[in-house]
């Protein structure tokens, strides 16, 4: 049978049925510190001396708190409630030491008036799937508060709109970081204004759903923009477009419209005088903000870590974005540069000293044969994913250029150097420039100290992802006098020789043969060079 309801000024707004801690046996907190708020929304003081409290099983009467409290803010000795006032229903064992853990867990504000019930628990016990009734001197109920069934430990059920009926669209679990806001607003209030609801991007149309919860009729404008620069603060050049808007109390306004976006990957943001919401969209296959650039997920020694790097000349900040399935810290990439996420830091420190980047500590469980590698903004719109099926221990996986296609092998390949290179250019990474050749300046050089042509200078194009190179230097007799052997990834490698032998002491003037050979890794492709060169003397 329908309960009828009486307009008052007195409604519930706040129902602490789940307190932190253990839920059963004698003094548990899960008993002693549930709470009750009520608030005055009227314009009179309104006595509540003989109102009731209930839940579906049992009644209790509201009576004043009048022994010791110990929080000095709250008032107590009452049931008067001023308009804006609170009033805060608590199990007179509130105040006990009960199992000894979580004591009087609440802090009180000025306007909070404390009350308790004529018994020692509230109604029956408040759960989660309670609906709580407020019933005034004249045995009416006057107000209903529905709560959801979801249940978490700590944290109260809240009012969304104490003007708005308490039913289970206006209620919802509290997102304070204290779990609940007894005697203040409540954490996800909202009031009379134009709300974005839901907000969708497909393609190239947007679609909103905005609504009024509030008890007037609010007129207002919505802007949505393209936030180039990914500072959330709006320019003209931004604007995608405005719609003024008229909505009248409790009604809902669907909204489409369609844009068209350049390729790239946009952060689409809209907004209202009470609320905004983003989105981001990708049109083309193109890389994200921020990528995912080098892993170690194979270390000889030290930590696992990732690198991610910011392909805008922007700051992005990662806030809440998800990396391994796990929330990332509030921190920004910088443009065009490296942030370094690791296992361990300090494991990470013992191994590469401090890096030229930035480096956060986050969990990371990366395998060792084949692996996915994601990176999910907050609105879980995938930024990057990597999948991996082989890795070198002792060597990261590293991408040749931050704007190539994540998802195809060809845009990967194991460090040159052990350890990689967290933080910094990757050691494969290359511009793809075609048409470099294998060239030496100056093909006579005279290193005699004048500061004139000291150093022979040989650039060395590059076939391979992963570079070998032997340089040998050869006398007109066959007689090798000096021999280097390093290895490079990228587009080019540079050697430099200053004219001195491997065993000590300069070259003699004359001719020499410089002889280049460049291997693969796996020492079965090589590609060889050969140029005459010469010492002079001035």
């Known amino acids: 049978m329908p309960v009828l309801l009486i307009f008052s000024a007195i409604v519930i707004n706040e129902v602490m049925s789940n307190p932190a801690g253990s839920e059963s046996g004698r003094g548990s907190p899960g008993d002693r510190n549930e709470f009750i708020e009520i608030m005055n929304i009227g314009n009179d003081t309104i006595d509540i001396s003989q109102f009731f409290i209930a839940d579906r099983i049992v009644s209790d009467a509201i009576e004043p708190w009048t022994d010791v409290f110990p929080d000095t803010n709250a008032i107590t000795g009452t049931t008067l409630i001023p308009p804006g006032f609170y009033g805060v229903i608590l199990d007179p064992e509130y105040v006990d030491s009960g199992d000894g853990t979580h004591l009087q867990p609440y802090r009180f504000t000025d306007s909070t008036i404390v009350l308790r019930v004529d018994d020692t628990t509230i109604g029956d016990g408040l ?6 009734y407020l019933i005034n001197q004249n045995g009416d109920t006057i107000d209903i508060f529905v709560q959801g069934e979801a249940n978490k430990d700590g944290f109260s059920y809240e009012r969304i709109n104490p003007y708005l009926p308490a039913d289970i669209e206006n209620t919802g679990l509290s997102i304070d970081s204290t779990g609940s806001t007894l005697g203040r607003r409540n954490s996800i209030y909202i009031g009379d204004g134009i709300y974005i609801i839901s907000f969708s991007l497909s393609d190239a149309l947007i679609k909103l759903v905005l609504k009024n919860p509030g008890i007037h009729s609010v007129e207002d404008t919505l802007i949505v923009f393209d936030d180039y620069n990914r500072d959330a603060n709006l320019s003209d050049d931004e604007v995608l477009f405005k719609q003024d808007l008229s909505i009248p109390p409790g009604d809902t306004l669907i909204l489409t419209r369609n844009i068209s976006p350049s390729e790239g990957v946009h952060l689409i943001r809209a907004k209202t005088s009470f609320s905004s919401v983003f989105k981001y969209i990708r049109i083309g296959d193109v890389v994200g903000d921020v990528v995912i650039n080098e892993i170690m997920a194979a270390p000889e020694m030290g930590c696992e870590w990732i690198e991610l790097y910011n392909t805008l000349a922007y700051p992005v900040s990662i806030d809440g974005w998800l990396l391994e399935d796990k929330t990332l810290p509030d921190v920004s990439v910088p443009p065009l540069g490296y942030l370094i996420v690791a296992d361990d830091s ?62 195809e092998k060809a845009s990967w390949s194991c460090s040159v150097y052990p350890g990689g290179t967290p933080g910094r250019r990757n050691s494969v990474f290359t511009e793809k420039n075609e048409g470099e050749e294998f060239n030496v300046y100056p093909r006579v050089f005279t290193p005699d100290g004048d500061g004139r042509d000291e150093v022979l200078l040989a650039i060395i194009p590059l076939p391979f992802v992963r570079n070998h190179i032997e340089v040998s230097i050869f006398d007109l007799r066959g007689r090798r006098i000096y021999r280097e052997v390093f290895d490079s990834g990228g587009d080019v490698a540079y050697f430099r020789w200053d004219g001195r032998k491997n065993g000590g002491g300069q070259a003699e003037k004359g001719v020499y043969i410089l002889n280049v050979c460049v291997k693969d890794f796996e020492g079965i492709k090589r590609v060889v060079h050969k140029k005459t060169i010469a010492i002079g003397r001035r």
């Open 127 to 132: 759960s989660s799937k309670d609906t709580v």
């Open 346 to 407: 300090t494991e990470f420190f013992a191994v590469y000293g401090m890096p030229e980047s930035e480096l956060i500590t986050h969990p990371l469980s990366l395998s060792n044969e084949e692996d996915s590698v994601l990176l999910f903004t907050g609105d879980t719109f995938c930024m990057d994913r990597v999948v991996y099926t082989e890795t070198e221990r002792g060597y990261s996986i590293e991408r040749l250029n931050p704007l190539l296609p994540s998802g």
